[in-house]
């Protein structure tokens, strides 16, 4: 096991908003993360720093003890939590993108999933639900075989069923050395399949534990003691 | 990395581009064959009756508005649909992608700077092919003896005479100074994008202002030179035409002169604003993607 992300001394102000404060952080490799936290609590912004895409105020964050580059960007599978990709273009076209840029992208798995789902690649984004263009992001980002998966609320917006093949995806797709976060408020949901929970507030790291201890130390369900934590 | 991502840029772009292209060759043919020519010549007419003429009259203007809207549009549009590209692959929800890719920040950058200068450039030179078309048209025979009676060595003579340069220098030097100007128009936009872009509210809007703030200091900045060239060409003047102030009754050579110094001073203190901005916002891009990406 060796360590994937470090954070340290990590801040983020947005003018006079701080969204993150003074977070340390340590993930190791061969584990699946529930991040979680209220609306606004900063686990978007922990996972854009961890992305690249918004530079932090203050802190280090070093990925395989990189700083975020070329290098951290190759290792790190991301799954925003909106559409991101073009509308007007086709499936396949997409797969070809990610063939291209990503060397760890494996083209054989995402067509794979693709039939069982019986989504056609010839299809272009722009005339599918939304429920599927979901489904479409998640086969691309868990067809690359990396190191790191980031998934910023995979399972919110779609059904009970949709839900379950989602986790079904994620679990199945997955080398054991890799690592994924899971940015949700669905806990429920994803409880079962968790290694560790980081319960975010205000900005900071309130809690960073185990499942198994959660349960055997206090004898509660991640979801119980979430509620506990952060009532309103 | 850089050629992969051109070669994206193109596939996500040549679509709509094509579109354009054909729209300009369609309405440059219709307007060589209905438009101007009805205008320059009356007794023209492909028609035989009095209902085809009118067809071919009706044709014909339609033809000549459509061809003035693409002139004008053509370069505009493909300046417009570049910056609005820009936006959406860097700062909007494709952005994600982009900044995500294991590629360096500054070939994100480059990548649709080269791919938008590439189009603007063939926009130019279609829309001088087109100029040229509508020109041949008006008097096919006129232009067909023009060139035969065509002489590169007075051509060049003239060139030389009135900016100092043989003719391939000179092209070379203008391909030169089209390709800074138009780095120049975009990488204003693109600047004015990415700083908007780091604003925590109305990005858009934050955008326009630093465009419209750059805008003006190159203007300021142009205009200031100008006041310069002015002054140093009316000095020249001076100097080299004894009788400057009190008659402007001037030899050949003097006017050859005059000219070439004009045109010289002018050029190059454009060509030189129009690098050194460009610089400046090269690197007001550069390190906003390679530093202070912001995608809220």
């Known amino acids: 096991m060796s360590t994937l992300v470090e954070c340290t001394g990590l801040s983020k102000k947005y003018g006079k908003v701080t969204a993150l404060q003074d977070v340390n952080l340590r993930i190791e490799s061969g584990h699946i993360i529930g991040l979680l936290g209220p609306n606004g609590s900063g686990k978007t912004t922990l996972i854009k720093i961890l992305n690249g895409l918004l530079t932090p105020s203050s802190g280090t964050v070093l990925v395989k003890g990189k700083p975020i580059g070329i290098d951290s960007k190759k290792v ?89 093949y989602i986790l079904n995806v994620i679990l199945t797709n997955y080398d054991a050395s890799a690592s994924i976060i899971i940015s949700t408020h669905l806990i429920t949901d994803i409880e079962n399949v968790l290694d560790e929970v980081l319960f975010i507030q205000n900005g900071q790291i309130r809690l960073t534990s185990s499942v198994d201890a959660i349960r055997e130390e206090q004898g509660k369900s991640v979801d119980a003691l979430f509620r506990e934590v952060f009532r309103c | ?130 100029i040229l078309l509508i020109a041949i048209s008006l008097d096919p025979q006129a232009f067909w003896e023009d060139l035969r009676l065509f002489s590169y060595s007075a051509f060049d003579g003239g060139c030389v005479y009135s900016t100092g340069y043989h003719f391939p220098v000179f092209l070379l030097i203008l391909l030169l100074f089209i390709l800074v100007a138009g780095a120049n128009a975009l990488l204003l936009v693109f600047a004015a994008l990415s700083l908007g872009q780091l604003a925590n509210l109305h990005k858009l809007r934050a955008a326009v202002g630093f465009g419209v703030a750059f805008a003006f200091l190159e203007q300021f900045a142009a205009t200031m030179v100008m006041v310069r060239i002015v002054d140093k060409v009316v000095d020249d003047f001076r100097q080299n035409v ?44 550069a390190v906003i993607v390679k530093k202070h990406v912001n995608l809220e």
């Open chain 1, 76 to 164: 790190i599978s991301y799954l925003p939590d909106h559409t991101y990709l073009n509308m007007n273009q086709r499936v396949s076209d997409i797969i070809t993108f990610f063939k291209t840029f990503y060397e760890d992208f494996d083209e054989r798995r995402a067509y794979d999933m693709l039939a069982k789902l019986g989504i056609n690649p010839k299809d272009r984004l722009k005339s599918m639900s939304k429920g599927t263009k979901e489904k479409v992001q998640l086969i691309l980002v868990m067809s690359r075989r990396a190191d790191l998966y980031i998934l910023d609320e995979p399972i919110a917006g779609v059904d009970p069923a949709a839900r379950d």
């Open chain 2, 1 to 130: 990395m850089l050629g992969k991502l051109i070669k994206h840029e193109f596939r996500s772009t040549y679509k709509t581009m094509l579109v354009i292209y054909i729209m300009t060759i369609v309405t440059t043919l219709g307007c060589c064959f209905f438009g101007i020519r009805q205008f320059y010549s009356y007794s023209w007419s492909l028609a035989e009756n009095e209902t085809l003429r009118r067809i071919q009259s009706i044709l014909g203007i339609t033809f000549t508005i459509a061809y003035v809207v693409i002139v004008i549009a053509l370069v505009l549009l493909t300046y417009i649909l570049m910056c609005e590209r820009f936006y959406k692959s860097m700062y909007s929800e494709q952005g994600y992608l982009t900044h995500t890719l294991p590629v360096s920040p500054l070939s994100n950058l480059n990548a649709r700077l080269i791919t938008s200068l590439i189009w603007l450039f063939v926009s130019g030179i279609i829309l001088l092919i087109s």
């Open chain 2, 242 to 285: 004894p009788h400057f102030d009190t008659s402007w009754a001037l030899s050949i050579e003097q006017t050859g002169h005059l000219a070439r110094v004009t045109f010289q001073t002018t050029f190059w203190s454009m060509f030189s604003i129009f690098a050194v901005f460009a610089a400046i916002y090269y690197v007001i891009c």
